[in-house]
Every structure is written in structure tokens, then in C-alpha cells.
T-cell receptor
Framework: GENVGLHLPTLSVQEGDNSIINCAYS??????FIWYKQESGKGPQFIID?????DKRQGQRVTVLLNKTVKHLSLQIAATQPGDSAVYFC??????????FGQGTRLTINP | EAQVTQNPRYLITVTGKKLTVTCSQN?????MSWYRQDPGLGLRQIYY???????DKGDVPEGYKVSRKEKRNFPLILESPSPNQTSLYFC??????????FGSGTQLSVL
């Protein structure tokens, strides 16, 4: 079947630096792509989404980029803070009723 | 406070002993879903419900049952639990699928 996956399972960055988390997808028919953040001991939390007809969407300190040519999605976090330490999942809405998650990337912030 | 409440947070049981994990949301969401999270496998959908009395299988429904008799509740039932159902379970709800709210999770161990 078609999957949503991640290039790297872990990422370490210095506090204050920018973080870029990547995701590859294979279902070119998906309408929406979403990023979730999961802190230790908690459920995933919605961060930002992007529709397939957009290339870029910005939120507070986060930017999602979508490159449909190479089927690549990324989440950029500006000025990374200790509270950004978490596992980040990309997800994809396939069809009308199915939300499929990628494997996740663990982001670690070094002081 | 808007939230998705799962109970219990932790559960240890034995093979074959029926159990129910409850899930309740107070946001009047139509969509609800159950996921299991396993190391290396990410979040996989078990069952989902688009509305009251409407439920559908996700990617890994075997060994599970659900019901949606009222909008706020979506219990997950394991009629005869087996060790391969040891996992971290999350319930989620949403007014739209691209933005789900997750519960805090239920860690289930089946001995």
C-alpha cells in the first residue's frame, strides 16, 4: 500500500537554531497533509496542516512546505526551544475518511 | 475544558479476559477514532466513526470492537485480549479529520 514515511528517525538541534523535519509521501491523490507533535506521555497534538494545492503555510514559529513534484513535506521550527522536544508525525488524509500517520521523528534540543 | 478523556490510563490484564477502554469527548465532534501506537510502527488506525451508529474498520481492526450509541462516547472493546494487543492506545475526535484531538492514551499490557 501507499505510505507516509520519514527520512530520519531522530534529530538533534541546538536551542535557538532552526529545525527542519522531513517527510516523504507516495499518495499523490491526498488532499491534506498534517503535522502532529507528541510530547512524552501525551497524545499527539495538531500543529499545522497544508492543503495539496498550496506550497507553503506559516503558523506561529512553524512553517510547512509541500513539494508535490518530489512528494516531500517538511516542518520548519524557528528558534527551537526546549519545549519543542517531542516526536513529530506527518499525516496524510487519504480519500474522505482515512488519516494515515508516518513513523515519527524524535526532536531533541541541546542546551 | 475541551478534551478527549480515556480510561483507564494503565491496564494490565490476562489473555482472554474481556475489557473495555472508554473514550469520551465534550466537543460535540462527529468524527471519532481509535489508534494503537507501537514502537517502529507509528500510529495505526483500528476503527473510526463518522457519526452516531456509523463505524468502520481501520487498518488493524482484528480483535477489536467499537460502538457509537451516542455522539460523545466511543468505547473500544477487546472481547478476548491476546498478548499481541499489548500496546499504547489513543482515542481521537474531530469536527474535521484534518484536525484531531487526542486523549492521553491507555497503556495496555496483556499477559
Amino acid at each position: 500500500g501507499e505510505n507516509v514515511g520519514l527520512h530520519l528517525p531522530t534529530l538533534s538541534v541546538q536551542e535557538g537554531d532552526n529545525s527542519i523535519i522531513n517527510c516523504a509521501y507516495s499518495n499523490s491523490a491526498s488532499d491534506y497533509f498534517i503535522w502532529y507533535k507528541q510530547e512524552s506521555g501525551k497524545g499527539p497534538q495538531f500543529i499545522i496542516d497544508i492543503r495539496s494545492n498550496m506550497d507553503k503555510r506559516q503558523g506561529q514559529r512553524v512553517t510547512v512546505l509541500l513539494n508535490k513534484t518530489v512528494k516531500h513535506l517538511s516542518l520548519q521550527i524557528a528558534a527551537t526551544q526546549p519545549g519543542d522536544s517531542a516526536v513529530y508525525f506527518c499525516a496524510e488524509i487519504q480519500g474522505a475518511q482515512k488519516l494515515v500517520f508516518g513513523q515519527g521523528t524524535r526532536l531533541t534540543i541541546n542546551p | 475544558e475541551a478534551q478527549v478523556t480515556q480510561n483507564p490510563r494503565y491496564l494490565i490484564t490476562v489473555t482472554g479476559k474481556k475489557l473495555t477502554v472508554t473514550c469520551s469527548q465534550n466537543m460535540n465532534h462527529e468524527y471519532m477514532s481509535w489508534y494503537r501506537q507501537d514502537p517502529g510502527l507509528g500510529l495505526r488506525q483500528i476503527y473510526y466513526s463518522m457519526n452516531v451508529e456509523v463505524t468502520d474498520k481501520g487498518d488493524v481492526p482484528e480483535g477489536y470492537k467499537v460502538s457509537r450509541k451516542e455522539k460523545r462516547n466511543f468505547p473500544l472493546i477487546l472481547e478476548s485480549p491476546s498478548p499481541n494487543q499489548t500496546s499504547l492506545y489513543f482515542c481521537a475526535s474531530g469536527g474535521e479529520m484534518k484536525k484531531l484531538f487526542f486523549g492521553s492514551g491507555t497503556q495496555l499490557s496483556v499477559l
